[in-house]
Protein backbone atom coordinates (compact mmCIF):
# COMPACT_ATOMS: atom_id res chain seq x y z
CA UNK A 1 0.00 0.00 0.00
CA UNK A 2 1.04 3.66 -0.62
CA UNK A 3 2.65 5.46 2.42
CA UNK A 4 0.38 8.09 3.86
CA UNK A 5 1.52 11.47 4.43
CA UNK A 6 -1.03 12.87 7.21
CA UNK A 7 -0.08 16.93 7.08
CA UNK A 8 -1.27 18.60 10.04
CA UNK A 9 -1.75 22.02 9.40
CA UNK A 10 -3.45 24.89 11.86
CA UNK A 11 -2.14 27.74 13.85
CA UNK A 12 0.71 27.22 16.76
CA UNK A 13 -1.82 26.46 19.74
CA UNK A 14 -4.43 24.77 17.03
CA UNK A 15 -3.38 21.53 18.84
CA UNK A 16 -1.45 20.10 16.06
CA UNK A 17 0.90 18.29 18.57
CA UNK A 18 -2.13 16.82 20.59
CA UNK A 19 -3.50 15.33 17.51
CA UNK A 20 -0.49 14.23 16.45
CA UNK A 21 0.18 11.87 19.03
CA UNK A 22 -3.40 10.59 19.03
CA UNK A 23 -2.89 9.70 14.65
CA UNK A 24 1.11 8.27 16.21
CA UNK A 25 -1.42 5.49 18.49
CA UNK A 26 -4.28 4.78 16.21
CA UNK A 27 -2.24 5.09 12.43
CA UNK A 28 1.26 3.29 14.23
CA UNK A 29 3.10 5.84 11.95
CA UNK A 30 5.86 8.16 12.92
CA UNK A 31 5.14 11.95 14.20
CA UNK A 32 7.35 14.39 12.65
CA UNK A 33 7.40 17.53 14.15
CA UNK A 34 9.95 20.42 12.76
CA UNK A 35 10.04 22.38 15.88
CA UNK A 36 10.76 18.97 17.86
CA UNK A 37 13.83 18.54 15.45
CA UNK A 38 15.03 22.52 15.91
CA UNK A 39 14.47 22.37 19.53
CA UNK A 40 16.79 18.99 19.81
CA UNK A 41 19.23 20.91 18.17
CA UNK A 42 19.09 23.71 20.62
CA UNK A 43 19.43 21.54 23.19
CA UNK A 44 22.68 19.74 21.93
CA UNK A 45 24.39 22.99 21.38
CA UNK A 46 25.27 21.77 17.85
CA UNK A 47 26.40 24.08 15.05
CA UNK A 48 22.99 23.65 13.51
CA UNK A 49 21.08 24.61 16.81
CA UNK A 50 23.25 27.78 17.76
CA UNK A 51 22.60 28.98 13.99
CA UNK A 52 19.33 28.91 14.78
CA UNK A 53 18.76 29.60 18.67
CA UNK A 54 17.64 33.32 18.40
CA UNK A 55 15.47 32.80 15.57
CA UNK A 56 13.43 30.35 17.64
CA UNK A 57 13.53 32.25 20.48
CA UNK A 58 11.86 35.42 18.54
CA UNK A 59 9.46 32.85 17.06
CA UNK A 60 10.35 33.83 13.76
CA UNK A 61 10.93 30.67 10.93
CA UNK A 62 14.21 29.40 10.82
CA UNK A 63 15.61 28.67 6.87
CA UNK A 64 13.50 27.03 4.45
CA UNK A 65 16.84 24.91 3.22
CA UNK A 66 17.39 23.49 6.94
CA UNK A 67 13.55 22.32 7.30
CA UNK A 68 13.39 20.69 4.24
CA UNK A 69 17.03 19.01 4.73
CA UNK A 70 15.56 17.33 8.03
CA UNK A 71 12.75 16.79 7.07
CA UNK A 72 14.18 14.90 3.56
CA UNK A 73 16.30 13.18 5.86
CA UNK A 74 13.52 11.69 8.49
CA UNK A 75 11.14 10.78 5.85
CA UNK A 76 13.66 8.16 4.95
CA UNK A 77 14.18 6.39 8.21
CA UNK A 78 12.78 2.98 8.24
CA UNK A 79 10.08 4.04 10.78
CA UNK A 80 8.24 6.28 8.37
CA UNK A 81 7.93 3.58 5.66
CA UNK A 82 3.93 3.27 5.95
CA UNK A 83 3.48 6.91 6.50
CA UNK A 84 4.06 9.77 8.73
CA UNK A 85 2.65 12.91 10.00
CA UNK A 86 3.85 16.22 9.06
CA UNK A 87 3.23 18.56 12.41
CA UNK A 88 4.43 21.93 11.51
CA UNK A 89 5.81 21.80 7.86
CA UNK A 90 5.38 22.75 5.58
CA UNK A 91 4.86 26.59 6.81
CA UNK A 92 6.22 28.70 3.46
CA UNK A 93 5.35 28.16 0.18
CA UNK A 94 9.02 27.19 -0.63
CA UNK A 95 8.51 24.40 1.53
CA UNK A 96 5.12 23.41 -0.15
CA UNK A 97 6.60 22.59 -3.22
CA UNK A 98 9.25 20.77 -1.95
CA UNK A 99 7.20 18.70 0.12
CA UNK A 100 4.98 17.89 -3.03
CA UNK A 101 8.66 16.99 -5.16
CA UNK A 102 9.34 14.71 -1.72
CA UNK A 103 6.48 13.03 -1.69
CA UNK A 104 6.29 11.99 -5.08
CA UNK A 105 9.62 10.81 -4.41
CA UNK A 106 8.73 8.54 -1.66
CA UNK A 107 5.84 7.57 -3.19
CA UNK A 108 3.49 8.79 -0.80
CA UNK A 109 0.06 10.07 -1.13
CA UNK A 110 -1.00 13.44 1.21
CA UNK A 111 -4.16 14.24 3.42
CA UNK A 112 -4.13 17.81 4.60
CA UNK A 113 -5.55 17.90 8.01
CA UNK A 114 -6.70 22.05 8.74
CA UNK A 115 -7.33 22.40 12.26
CA UNK A 116 -9.77 25.62 12.46
CA UNK A 117 -9.21 27.72 15.40
CA UNK A 118 -10.62 31.05 16.45
CA UNK A 119 -7.59 33.75 17.22
CA UNK A 120 -8.43 34.63 21.27
CA UNK A 121 -9.16 30.70 21.62
CA UNK A 122 -5.25 30.86 20.39
CA UNK A 123 -4.01 33.09 22.72
CA UNK A 124 -5.78 31.77 25.63
CA UNK A 125 -4.74 28.22 25.17
CA UNK A 126 -1.07 29.05 24.41
CA UNK A 127 -0.58 31.40 27.24
CA UNK A 128 -1.40 28.47 29.48
CA UNK A 129 0.29 25.96 28.34
CA UNK A 130 3.09 24.20 29.89
CA UNK A 131 5.44 21.14 28.85
CA UNK A 132 7.41 18.39 30.80
CA UNK A 133 11.00 19.43 29.57
CA UNK A 134 12.54 15.36 30.57
CA UNK A 135 9.32 13.60 28.17
CA UNK A 136 7.78 16.33 26.44
CA UNK A 137 4.18 15.92 27.25
CA UNK A 138 2.26 19.16 26.77
CA UNK A 139 -0.30 20.17 29.11
CA UNK A 140 -2.87 23.31 29.58
CA UNK A 141 -3.88 24.54 32.67
CA UNK A 142 -7.44 25.07 30.70
CA UNK A 143 -8.21 21.93 28.52
CA UNK A 144 -5.45 19.59 29.90
CA UNK A 145 -4.18 20.28 33.09
CA UNK A 146 -1.76 17.80 35.24
CA UNK A 147 -2.98 15.74 37.75
CA UNK A 148 -1.09 17.47 40.62
CA UNK A 149 -0.59 21.11 39.20
CA UNK A 150 2.55 22.23 37.95
CA UNK A 151 4.14 18.80 37.88
CA UNK A 152 4.37 16.31 35.01
CA UNK A 153 1.59 12.79 35.32
CA UNK A 154 4.44 10.63 34.21
CA UNK A 155 7.75 11.37 35.75
CA UNK A 156 6.49 14.18 38.39
CA UNK A 157 9.29 16.62 36.34
CA UNK A 158 8.29 20.24 37.43
CA UNK A 159 6.44 21.71 34.14
CA UNK A 160 8.26 24.46 32.31
CA UNK A 161 6.81 27.26 29.62
CA UNK A 162 8.33 26.78 26.81
CA UNK A 163 10.39 29.99 24.89
CA UNK A 164 8.32 30.39 22.08
CA UNK A 165 5.21 30.38 24.50
CA UNK A 166 5.59 33.39 26.53
CA UNK A 167 3.06 36.32 25.03
CA UNK A 168 5.04 38.67 22.98
CA UNK A 169 6.47 35.68 21.04
CA UNK A 170 3.26 34.10 20.58
CA UNK A 171 2.11 36.97 18.83
CA UNK A 172 4.90 36.73 16.12
CA UNK A 173 4.18 33.62 15.64
CA UNK A 174 0.40 34.28 14.80
CA UNK A 175 1.76 36.98 12.66
CA UNK A 176 4.36 34.61 11.00
CA UNK A 177 1.32 32.50 10.71
CA UNK A 178 -0.77 34.53 9.12
CA UNK A 179 1.95 36.00 6.57
CA UNK A 180 3.31 33.06 5.48
CA UNK A 181 1.70 29.74 6.29
CA UNK A 182 -2.03 30.79 5.80
CA UNK A 183 -1.90 31.32 2.46
CA UNK A 184 -0.70 27.66 1.53
CA UNK A 185 -4.49 26.49 2.24
CA UNK A 186 -4.80 28.07 -1.05
CA UNK A 187 -2.00 25.90 -2.58
CA UNK A 188 -3.53 22.60 -1.08
CA UNK A 189 -6.86 23.55 -2.18
CA UNK A 190 -5.33 24.09 -5.64
CA UNK A 191 -2.71 20.65 -5.82
CA UNK A 192 -5.85 18.26 -4.13
CA UNK A 193 -9.16 17.43 -3.00
CA UNK A 194 -7.71 15.82 0.00
CA UNK A 195 -8.38 18.77 2.63
CA UNK A 196 -9.87 18.17 5.65
CA UNK A 197 -10.76 21.03 7.71
CA UNK A 198 -11.95 20.28 11.07
CA UNK A 199 -13.28 22.83 14.09
CA UNK A 200 -10.81 22.66 16.86
CA UNK A 201 -11.97 25.22 18.59
CA UNK A 202 -13.93 24.87 21.61
CA UNK A 203 -14.29 20.80 22.18
CA UNK A 204 -11.62 18.73 23.95
CA UNK A 205 -9.03 17.33 22.03
CA UNK A 206 -10.91 13.63 22.38
CA UNK A 207 -13.80 15.18 20.22
CA UNK A 208 -12.08 16.76 18.32
CA UNK A 209 -9.93 13.44 17.46
CA UNK A 210 -12.79 11.97 16.64
CA UNK A 211 -14.05 14.17 14.26
CA UNK A 212 -10.80 13.80 12.60
CA UNK A 213 -11.49 9.77 12.49
CA UNK A 214 -14.26 9.72 11.07
CA UNK A 215 -13.13 12.15 8.02
CA UNK A 216 -9.93 10.20 7.48
CA UNK A 217 -12.55 7.42 7.62
CA UNK A 218 -15.08 8.80 4.78
CA UNK A 219 -11.61 9.96 2.69
CA UNK A 220 -10.61 6.54 2.60
CA UNK A 221 -13.93 5.22 1.32
CA UNK A 222 -14.07 7.69 -1.34
P1 LIG B 1 6.37 24.61 16.44
O1 LIG B 1 6.77 23.80 17.61
O2 LIG B 1 5.99 23.78 15.25
O3 LIG B 1 5.32 25.63 16.75
O4 LIG B 1 7.68 25.44 15.98
C1 LIG B 1 8.38 26.27 16.87
C2 LIG B 1 9.35 27.17 16.10
O5 LIG B 1 10.25 26.36 15.33
C3 LIG B 1 8.72 28.11 15.09
O6 LIG B 1 8.27 29.30 15.69
C4 LIG B 1 9.89 28.34 14.14
O7 LIG B 1 10.84 29.22 14.71
C5 LIG B 1 10.54 26.97 14.07
N1 LIG B 1 9.95 26.11 13.01
C6 LIG B 1 9.25 24.94 13.20
N2 LIG B 1 8.88 24.41 12.01
C7 LIG B 1 9.32 25.26 11.06
C8 LIG B 1 9.22 25.28 9.64
N3 LIG B 1 8.55 24.31 8.97
N4 LIG B 1 9.80 26.31 8.97
C9 LIG B 1 10.46 27.29 9.62
N5 LIG B 1 10.59 27.36 10.96
C10 LIG B 1 10.02 26.34 11.69
Same mark, same amino acid.
Given at each position: ?11 ? $?? $? ?18 ? $? ?187
Amino acid at each position: MKPIAIILFGSP $GS $GKGTQSKYLVEWLRIPQIST $GDMLREHIRAGDPIGLAIQERMRAGSLVSDDLVNQLVFERIRQPDARNGFILDGYPRTPTQAEEMMRLLTNVGAGEVVIHLVVDYNVIISRMSGRRVCPKCGTLYNSVSRPPKVEGVCDLDGTPLVIRDDDREQVVRERLVQYERQTQPLLEFFRAVNDRLIEVDASGDRPEVVFGRIKSELKNLVRK
